[in-house]
């Protein structure tokens, strides 16, 4: 950049290969950390660190000692030191969804099963950081929770918003249109009238001491009270957080751990009904899955019998258990998928006779015959009464059915019915099978990976079904097996299933089949325990089904569980078992038939499966032999496989017997890798040995390895076990590492082997279980473990652990010491201070550790080998120190020191998932302090030294690994860079805060080592990002900052000092510009004391250094950074105090200065509104593409006032096309969240220590605060409602991209118009620039629409199918905040503004500033305000003139038009507060402009123009408004009783007056608003009429150049933008006469013939130094050339580029003159394109430049329009109807359509015949006319079409009045026209001044006619490529037969006879030359046509050559016959000479 900001001088950026030589000098190996930090004193500070550096942090905890607290309490205080609550450690009892929890009845219980209740049972301890949700992470400002804090919002009124009063002003608008329409009604001088009106308007309210001289320090103050008062406290809750995902620093909690269950659905049956009832029948569900060939539910039994069918059974069956009762169940379904059936079967009781036989009935009987077949029946029941009565208590299978589930739930959830009901047969069609409709619901429960493969199986939101099931299949006796079910379930889905050919049995099951719900009542385990919500144990439960998923669940244990056998029979184990635990199975012969002395039932076999084999629960299929005799004594240990002696066995002991065992347990784990790790750890516990283990026994010299290796074993586990186990299994192994088992005497240290299982655990966990990640990779089972489960064990064996329910036992464990290689005399010192009471004790006290350190006698001692070893000291040793040694390890430090010290694969895996273990250390580390109460310790006492070295050492090593390995293993540097900062971001909360700092340096460090060898350092930068972002987050991130210290260059100028006294000396003794300076710049004492602030600030300014390489595409992401760090602070409800949001704020003032530095790459926000409100001068240096005017990319850095930018340097990556500016410019979005930080530090921070800062400033650095504020007042222009509308009837396609694309349209930035058109530059169809439009009513969100016309092939934003739309109620809302915001953000820069304006007058200086500050005001002027901001904005410009007078009325004369132009459009407001304001200052300033020099002239000058500027240009303009601020203005000077004896009450008056009679004029041109012809012609006339005052004219000029162009009049634009600059130059040249300017409207009649009427002739012309005469900007050189160049842009739009030719020979020799050859390249560059699209366009069909009709009015309903006529130039191809249409329509509209009448022809019309109460139009297709003499000038088409005068049209009539007639009757008249100037001209009509009228005989007539005929053969013959059909077209109707009225025919009637006129020689001579060359072109075209024509069109040819000779012949004699008269020298005398003679003599004499 040319200018270095200054404050960068003092921070030098440092020469990258310097700092690298610095960074190699500093940095080798691992950081050796600064043992003890030292304070910021000691550090010397002459030396400036570059920001590419982190600088040496703060020692915090010192820092706070020093500096003790001023206050003990309330907000300040938590400003300074964390809140002594910050950390609470919490035990929260678990949830239990069951009354009773369950547990074992029995009170023995084995160690793994205590173990196992104990974890089931215990409460959750959790660490809980009070004030977390108060971080970054949780901030309030998202999108979500941001509605909440909007409440109660002030709506803020816009005038943009309010539509005027609607009814009445419609109906006055129409009553105007009815009204006479002559334009001079009122001629410009009846003052009577409209003083009249102005006298009786009202005056809105005067501001009350407007008028009195009060001090400007006291107007100062209370504009200052006034501003402050009733202000939004929170900036950020109107600004819409950045649009970004989940932010990265947000950690959610976990989810409590609990008892898993799929989808729930319940079942409840409600009746079973068959066609004869005749005795009981028993129903069972279960669920199967096909296609895993699996039952994935045990048996659910209801019971539906009439209690009659119950009472047949009484004598056999125990009263019922309620818990038999149900009819509901829920089942669970972890896998829903296609393949699951709901199978039902159905038994009955016991009868002789097989299936078949017994089913029978239920076939052949119908209800409908019951009485037919009634005795049938009555036998069928006695007999199912005696089985009952003998066999009632067993069962035989009846008969089976299966629904498919998935077409339930699919059919339901399509009907759209509340409960559905369906009904499944078998029989007809069967409904639900054969339609096998996939489930076509979406959405699905996010079940661990949920379905494979199936389509998404929702069983949660189907609608509730009733099911009718009406048939049943019997069930075969062979084929009961599951495998033969699996099969005819698959048959089912089959539409030709086998099962259909079956006979059913009828009968009618109903069930009710829903998604069971929440919390449902009365509902039992399957363990038959009462879940919650059990009102009352009589009521009929539901029973919860156990499920058997179809596939591995992963999820922990949570509740106890003793194992459940199934297979129709479920069984409840002790939790303890033993080897005598079996099951036995006895088979018994039931006797159907009542015979004697048979028992009913005989025992025939045995057989039995042991529960434990080896300690491990036998499950899975058995096939066993059955004995045929009672086993013997103590068999159960053995199993049936095994042959016992003396036994008999069915089939000589074959496995005959097939069952299948499986176990629902939360106990057994089965899986003996598992088994065999618990049994060791509690062999450990119980100290029994040896430990069976299967068929192992281990001894207790061989237990350490057996232990070592069964936690290497637990890798090869299923992993399904371990994640049930997960708890327990974590549990077990960090006990092992935190308390040593001892084994034989000898203290084994497992820590290592822990921690490698621990790693290991936890990757298979992250590898198989994707689904269960968060954000940042960390699954949410080990999250959810560390969180509510982990604890620290308990310190002493035997005591309960601290808090409910450690990890208890008692277990043999020694403490490991540090160190293995210590004399014996320390060890001894070691025990002493062991073995004293103090439970404190953390393992080692620090003198030992120092003492051995001197022994060893180096620091860097091999550590790996110093503290690790499996066996420590020996066991005599150990006897020594009292028995066993009741301490322990610290968790925390172990894991650190495992860490640290492993390598290779493990320290891989620790690395993988390093969240883990930082996560557990954290905790351990809060739970230590917790335990030893010091959580309110000093925190540099908290933890031993060497584990401060372990983790600096660990955070150092992983630094470098992030470093080293982001470009390989991005994914997993990734994770770690997060949980590295989350472990930073914890320890904040714990450890020695400098401490922590200091770790935060060392990974900076490491970072920017790297960075500078790096060619793209984007990637490891945004790590950093991410990094800073995640420790920022904390919840006292501002506390961190010391908020409170004031910075002092802590060392005092010699370094010698001690530090302490400098701290507390250096405050008072520096110098104070010194201090301020230090507090808005990165210097190196604000970067030390806030530290975090430094960093966070440091990482903004280097990524948006314009020159930083390749790292703009992070701005997004550093400035989100700061956005939400700021929008955080703004909602916390801890800084809501305005005094510390000041302290908060200060740590962000350099800030200001960054984006001041930014100020050229912002976005330009300004682009959608330059200069409103008067033309936009462009210098349209750019218009090459067709579609108009393109503002390129050259010119809007033009006007942005930036220098084009050069090739962009190939470093930078990402560069996206549209790289503008300097550099890059930011997105709008980026640039917008910038400048919302900018106004919360401007709006927070403290005004005196702003205004210091100011007054420090240069004007340069000044100027830029103020061009930034300029921007931000464009920024956060209101959009308005409308804008929000449209914006909700575009959907865009939402990419990401475009998403970016959306914001910059929506957030007012460039309207979505000019992003359309730089994309396709040039490809679009009409884009205009609508150029003086006062802008576009609607607001300027998209600029003005209408001129936009979006191809929709072209536009990337297709309607898209997700339709955006949103409800009244939020577009109202959006409204609302938008308006909030733009009134806040608005104001902030007012209280700027002042604060600026203040410094300027404290210092007396740099008054030059003051024109900026004007600049932004009278911007925020000009843009979409509320009326709230505008009070307080019109309060501080009526300060700013009376402190500064001169200011507009000397030097800034521009800004004082642009004054006068904002308050005059604000005097029109139709809000009554924004016009008394505006008066009041309009008022004010014509009274200081008077007060200067006794008269106004400027300020009356200005406001004149400026009306006319408004009234020309404003659509919504509202005349009645005006007139009441007028009538206030004629007040406050009625009022005034200072100024009563002056003139000025009588200026006022006639300046009032004469601004009154513009306005009635606008009234008019209101009128004549929908009639394009009479609003110019009327801008005209006023134009015209002040032609005295140059400013005025060229004022109304421009407005019609801008009418023009909004009606894409390009030409006409472009001549009033020629006549605007021909009188400009006019008046130059009497200003300065220099050679090179033109000499006046002269220099321009090349251009066009009409400009002479700029030249300034007359009398009363106004010499132009007269004062307030030509000051407009535009009567200079620059204005002059700004003029040209439009008209030139213009022109080339019109497609007239020869006028652009003439232009640019004006502006040539001004830039030769001023030698600026750049702008001389352009205009070459230019004319070259102009004149090669003259080349390639040179027929003039590409441009057409226009159609002309005449038009005359008649009929007095015209008023002064009667009897005129005109020219009306139209667009080009305009038909006669469309304009006749268009003029009918508008006429028809004003008048009545039946009123007016159009007519047809072209006749002179007759006053006389036409009806008085009609208006008529006749409208006339004119053409050009040339004489002859013109067409040797008039070559090229251009010339044929530019500066016309003349028009012609033809009138056909005959002399007896028809309008046609036969071929000698008919005569015809050609009108010739007289325009008063020439096209195009600067209207589009132009009076007719003369007609003149040749009428043609018939002859003549016919003479035209040939003569056409002939040039179109002519042309079609030679016409280059030859057109074949168009050739032929031509001949035909040449040489055609049939052709009427054809050549022949003229000939015969003109030719046959020699004329009897002499006056008619010539014309009959005319005539046959022009047959004779017709018949020779006639003869060219055939002969042509011949060589064009293939062979098809061989005939076609003779037939028109047969035509062609028949035409010749008949015309031969005609042609030949001369007049002699004509040819009398030459005719020889013939014998025919006599009657020849005769003949013509006889003619002549008639």
Not at 1733 to 1751: A, D, L, N, P
Request: charged fraction near 25%; proline fraction near 5%; aromatic fraction near 8%.
């Amino acid at each position: 950049m040319a200018e270095r900001r200054a404050f960068a001088q003092k921070i030098s950026r440092t020469v990258a290969a310097e700092v690298r030589k610095q960074i190699s000098g500093q940095y080798s190996g691992s950081p050796q950390l600064l043992k003890n930090l030292n304070i910021v004193g000691n550090i010397s500070h002459h030396t400036t660190v570059p920001l590419t550096e982190a600088v040496d942090p703060v020692d915090l905890e010192e820092y706070l000692i020093t500096h003790p607290l001023a206050v003990d309490s309330g907000p300040l205080r938590d400003l300074i030191e964390f809140p002594p609550d910050d950390i609470e450690v919490v035990y929260s009892p678990r949830d239990c969804r069951t009354l009773v929890s369950a547990v074992p009845e029995e009170s023995e219980m084995d160690p793994h099963v205590r173990d196992c209740v104990r974890s089931y049972t215990e409460d959750w301890a959790i660490v809980i950081r009070k004030y977390h949700k108060l971080g970054t992470g949780f901030n309030p400002n998202t999108l979500d929770k941001q509605k909440e804090r909007q409440k109660g919002l002030p709506k803020q009124v816009f005038e943009s918003d309010e539509a005027p009063d609607g009814n009445n002003y419609q109906d006055e608008q129409d009553d105007l249109k009815r009204r006479s329409m002559s334009i001079d009604d009122t001629p410009r001088g009846s003052w009577a009238c409209s003083i009249f009106d102005l006298k009786n308007s009202l005056p809105d309210a005067l501001l009350p001491n407007l008028l009195d001289r009060t001090p400007n320090e006291e107007i100062d103050r209370q504009n200052d009270d006034q501003r402050k008062s009733n202000r939004h406290k929170e900036l950020f809750a109107l600004h819409p957080s950045p649009d970004e995902e989940e932010p990265i620093e947000r950690l959610s909690v976990p989810d409590v751990p609990k008892e898993h269950f799929g989808q729930r659905l319940l079942v409840k049956c409600l009746s079973l009904k068959f066609e004869i009832e005749i005795e009981p029948i028993f129903a069972s569900l279960a669920l199967y899955d096909v296609k895993e060939k699996k039952k994935i539910s045990e048996n659910f039994y209801f019971d539906l019998n009439s209690e009659q069918m119950k009472g047949l059974l009484r004598p056999h069956v125990p009263p019922a258990a309620i818990t038999t009762l149900a009819r509901s169940a829920i089942f669970s379904i972890t896998y829903p998928s296609q393949d699951v059936f709901l199978v039902i079967k159905l038994e009955k009781v016991l009868q002789q006779g097989d299936i078949g036989e017994c089913a029978e009935p239920y076939m052949i009987f119908k209800e409908a015959d019951a009485t037919k077949n009634k005795e049938k029946l009555e036998k069928l029941k006695s007999q199912a009464d005696q089985f009952c009565q003998r066999l009632g208590k067993y069962r035989m299978p009846f008969a089976w059915t299966a629904i498919h589930l998935m077409n339930i739930v699919s059919s339901a959830g399509s009907l759209e019915r509340d409960s559905t009901e369906v009904e499944i047969s078998t029989g007809e069609r069967k409904g639900s099978w054969s339609e096998r409709r996939n489930s076509s619901i979406v959405g699905r429960r996010s079940l661990e990976r949920t379905t494979s493969g199936d389509d998404a199986c929702n069983l949660t939101s189907f609608r509730p079904a009733t099911l009718t099931v009406t048939n049943f299949f019997k069930q075969e006796g062979d084929r009961l097996s599951d495998e033969d079910l699996y099969k005819f379930l698959a048959d089912m889905r089959r539409p030709s299933s086998v099962l259909r050919r079956l006979r059913p049995i009828t009968a009618q099951l109903k069930i009710d089949i829903s998604p069971a719900p929440e919390n449902p009542h009365y509902c039992l385990t399957p363990e038959l325990l009462q879940v919650k919500l059990y009102p009352d144990s009589r009521v009929r439960p539901t029973r919860e089904i156990l499920e058997f998923p179809a596939r591995d669940v992963y999820v922990p244990n949570t509740t106890y569980r003793s194992p459940d056998f199934h297979e129709e029979i479920k069984v409840k184990l002790p939790a303890t078992l033993t080897d005598h635990h079996h099951l036995l199975f006895t088979f018994y012969h039931v006797s159907c038939q009542q015979k004697q002395n048979t028992p009913l039932e005989t025992p025939v076999g045995y057989t039995w499966i042991p529960m434990l084999q080896n300690g491990r629960l036998k499950t899975g299929q058995f096939c066993l032999p059955v004995s045929l005799e009672k086993p013997p004594q103590a068999y159960s240990v053995l199993s049936p496989e095994v042959p016992l002696p003396g036994m008999k066995w069915v089939d000589n002991h074959k496995g005959v017997f097939n069952v299948e065992v499986v176990a629902v347990s939360s106990i057994h784990t089965q899986d003996p890798y598992l088994d065999k790790f618990f049994a060791l750890v509690n062999a450990l516990d119980e100290h029994m040995f040896p430990v069976r283990i299967g068929d192992m026994r281990i001894m207790e010299n061989n237990l350490e390895n057996e232990l070592k290796s069964s936690i290497s074993a637990l890798n090869s586990s299923q992993l399904e076990p371990v994640v049930r186990f997960l708890h327990l299994l974590l549990d077990k192994l960090i006990l092992l590492v935190v308390r040593p088992p001892v084994i034989a005497g000898q203290i084994v240290n497992l820590g290592q082997a822990s921690f490698e299982a621990m790693a290991s655990i936890i990757n298979r966990l992250h590898k198989n279980l994707e689904g269960n990640h968060d954000q940042h990779g960390r699954n949410s089972l080990l999250a959810s473990y560390i969180y509510y489960v982990f604890r620290l064990p308990n310190t002493y064996p035997n005591s309960p652990s601290p808090g409910p329910g450690g990890l208890g036992g008692s277990v043999h464990y020694a403490t490991m010491a540090r160190s293995a290689v210590r004399p014996a005399s320390l060890n001894l010192n070691r025990s002493r201070s062991l073995s004293n009471s103090n439970p404190d004790i953390s393992g080692t006290p620090t003198s030992p550790d120092d003492e051995v350190r001197s022994i060893i006698g180096s620091k860097a001692m091999d550590r790996s080998c110093n503290r690790m070893s499996s066996h420590t000291e020996t066991s005599s040793f150990l006897q020594t120190l009292t028995g066993r040694l009741p301490t322990k390890k610290l968790f925390h430090e172990e894991l650190a020191l495992q860490w640290v010290v492993c390598s290779g694969s493990v320290r891989e895996s620790a690395l993988q998932q390093a969240w883990f273990f930082f996560e557990l250390m954290v905790k351990s580390m809060v739970h230590h302090l917790y335990f030893n109460d010091k959580l309110d310790a000093p925190r540099k006492s908290r933890f031993p030294e060497r584990f401060m070295d372990d983790i600096a050492a660990l955070v150092s090593t992983i630094a470098s690994d992030i470093v080293s390995r982001f470009q390989k293993d991005t994914e997993m540097v990734e994770r770690l860079n997060t949980s590295l900062a989350f472990f930073l971001n914890d320890l904040l909360s714990v450890m020695d805060r400098g401490f922590v700092f200091s770790l935060i340096k060392t990974c900076y460090k490491q970072v920017s080592s790297k960075l500078y060898s790096l060619p793209n350092p984007s990637v490891l930068v945004s790590l950093r990002l991410d990094f800073l972002r995640i420790v920022c987050s904390h919840e006292h991130y501002v506390t961190l900052n010391l908020p409170c210290s004031l910075l002092t260059p802590p060392a005092s100028p010699s370094p010698s000092v001690s530090s302490a006294t400098s701290q507390s000396s250096g405050f008072s003794t520096n110098v104070q510009d010194q201090k301020i300076a230090n507090m808005f710049e990165l210097s190196v004492p604000f970067r030390q004391q806030h530290y975090l602030a430094g960093l966070v600030l440091t990482e903004l300014a280097v990524i948006l250094d314009p020159d930083a390489d390749g790292l703009f595409g992070l701005h997004k992401k550093v400035i989100n950074m700061v956005h939400n760090l700021l929008s955080s602070h703004d909602s916390d409800p801890r800084y809501s105090d305005p005094q510390i949001k000041a302290r908060v704020a200060m740590l962000y003032l350099p800030l200001i200065g960054i984006i001041m530095e930014t100020v050229p790459q912002l976005y330009d926000f300004t682009e959608t509104h330059n200069q409103r409100g008067r033309p936009i001068c462009i210098a349209t240096d750019d218009y090459e593409s067709e579609s108009g005017s393109m503002i390129s990319q050259t010119v809007a850095m033009a006007i942005a006032g930036t220098s084009v930018p050069q090739l962009t340097r190939p470093g930078s990556f990402l560069l996206t096309s549209s790289s503008g500016r300097q550099h890059t410019t930011f997105s709008a979005e980026s640039s917008r969240s910038l400048l919302i930080c900018l106004l919360w530090v401007l709006k927070n921070a403290d005004e005196t220590v702003l205004q210091k800062w100011f007054t420090d400033l240069s004007v340069l650095q000044l100027n830029r605060l103020l061009d930034l504020l300029y921007l931000c007042v464009s920024c956060f222009e209101y959009k308005g409602k409308k804008v929000f509308e449209r914006m909700n009837s575009l959907t865009f396609k939402k990419s990401k991209d475009m998403r970016a694309k959306l914001e910059e349209a929506i957030l007012g930035s460039i309207g979505a118009r000019q992003e359309m058109v730089r994309r396709s530059r040039g490809q679009l169809g009409t884009y205009t620039i609508s150029s003086p439009s006062e802008r576009s009513p609607s607001g300027s969100a998209f600029g003005s629409q209408e001129n936009l016309r979006w191809r929709k092939d072209m536009t990337h934003w297709r309607q898209n199918t997700e339709k955006l739309d949103k409800s009244r109620a939020e577009i109202e809302h959006e409204a609302l905040i938008d308006g909030n915001l733009a009134t806040e953000a608005n104001l902030i820069i007012l209280d700027t503004l002042e604060i600026v304006v203040q410094t300027v007058s404290v210092t007396e200086s740099k008054e030059s500033i003051l024109g900026g500050v004007l600049k932004v005001l009278l911007h925020s002027m000009a843009c979409n305000q509320s009326a709230v901001y505008l009070q307080h904005c019109f309060a501080t410009q009526r300060a700013l003139v009376s402190k500064f007078p001169e200011l507009l009325f000397e030097e800034e004369t521009e800004q004082c038009a642009d004054l006068c132009l904002r308050l005059l459009r604000h005097c029109s407001s139709s809000i009554s507060t924004i016009r008394s304001h505006a008066s009041a200052s309009l008022y004010l300033l014509m009274r200081q402009n008077f007060e200067i020099g006794n008269n106004f002239a400027r300020v009356k000058m200005q406001v004149t123009m400026s009306l006319s500027s408004l009234v020309g240009t404003s659509q919504n303009f509202n005349e009645e408004f005006l007139r009441r601020s007028l009538k206030t203005i004629l007040t406050y000077a009625e009022e005034d009783l200072e100024l009563r004896e002056t003139t000025f009450p009588d200026q006022v008056q006639d300046l009032v007056f004469n601004l009154h009679m513009i306005l009635s004029d606008t009234v008019k041109m209101k009128e004549h608003q929908e009639d394009p012809e009479m609003l110019i012609d009327l801008m005209y006339r006023i134009a015209k009429g002040y032609q005295t005052s140059p400013d005025l004219r060229l004022t109304w000029l421009q407005n019609m150049a801008g009418k023009h162009s909004e009606r894409s009049n390009h030409a006409e634009a472009a001549q009033c933008l020629v006549h605007s600059a021909a009188l400009v130059a006019e008046y130059l040249s009497m200003l300065e006469d220099r050679k090179y300017l033109p000499v006046g409207c002269v220099t321009f009649q090349n251009i066009s013939s009409n400009v002479l009427e700029e030249s300034a002739v007359s009398d009363d012309v106004v010499s132009p130094d007269e004062e307030g005469i030509c000051s407009g900007k535009y009567f200079t050189e620059s204005g002059l050339v700004g003029l040209l160049e439009q008209a030139a842009a213009s022109f080339s739009m019109a497609g007239m580029y020869e006028a652009v030719n003439e232009v640019y020979k004006v502006l040539i020799p001004i830039h030769e003159a001023n030698r600026d050859a750049k702008k001389l390249s352009t205009i070459h560059g230019k004319l070259q394109e102009a004149f090669s699209k003259i080349v390639h366009q040179s027929t003039g069909w590409e441009r057409m430049f226009g159609t002309y009709f005449r038009v005359g009015f008649y009929g007095t309903k015209f008023g002064d329009l009667d009897e005129q006529e005109f020219v009306y130039k139209e667009p080009a191809i305009t038909k006669l109807a469309e304009i006749s249409h268009r003029l009918e329509g508008f006429y028809g509209e004003r008048f009545g359509e039946d009123v007016v009448e159009v007519i047809k022809d072209s006749n002179p019309v007759d006053k006389c015949k036409l009806d008085p109460n009609k208006a008529y139009i006749q409208i006339t297709y004119v053409e050009p006319y040339f004489d002859t003499y013109e067409m040797k000038d008039r070559i090229t088409y251009f010339d044929k079409n530019y500066n016309l005068r003349r028009f012609m049209y033809c009138t056909p009539f005959t002399l007896d009045g028809r309008a046609h007639g036969e071929l000698h009757e008919q005569f015809k008249r050609k009108t010739i026209l007289t325009t008063s100037h020439a096209f195009p001209y600067i209207k589009t009509r132009v009076n007719v001044t003369h007609k003149e009228e040749i009428i043609l005989t018939p002859i003549e007539v016919a003479i035209e006619d040939m003569q056409k005929k002939t040039q179109e053969l002519a042309f079609a013959t030679h016409q280059d490529p030859a057109d074949p059909k168009m050739l032929q077209m031509v001949l035909q109707g040449s040489v055609g037969t049939t052709v009427n009225q054809g050549p022949l025919e003229v000939a015969q009637v003109f030719l046959s006879e020699i004329p009897s006129d002499p006056k008619l020689f010539r014309h009959h001579n005319k005539l046959r030359l022009c047959f004779k060359d017709f018949t020779k072109r006639c003869e060219d075209a055939l002969r042509k046509n011949k060589s064009l024509i293939g062979p098809d069109q061989k005939e076609y040819q003779r037939e028109l050559e047969r035509n062609y000779h028949r035409l010749k012949e008949a015309l031969q004699p005609l042609i030949n016959r001369k007049i002699p008269q004509l040819y009398k020298a030459v005719l020889p005398v013939t014998c025919h000479r006599d009657s020849f003679s005769r003949m013509s003599l006889r003619k002549m004499d008639l």
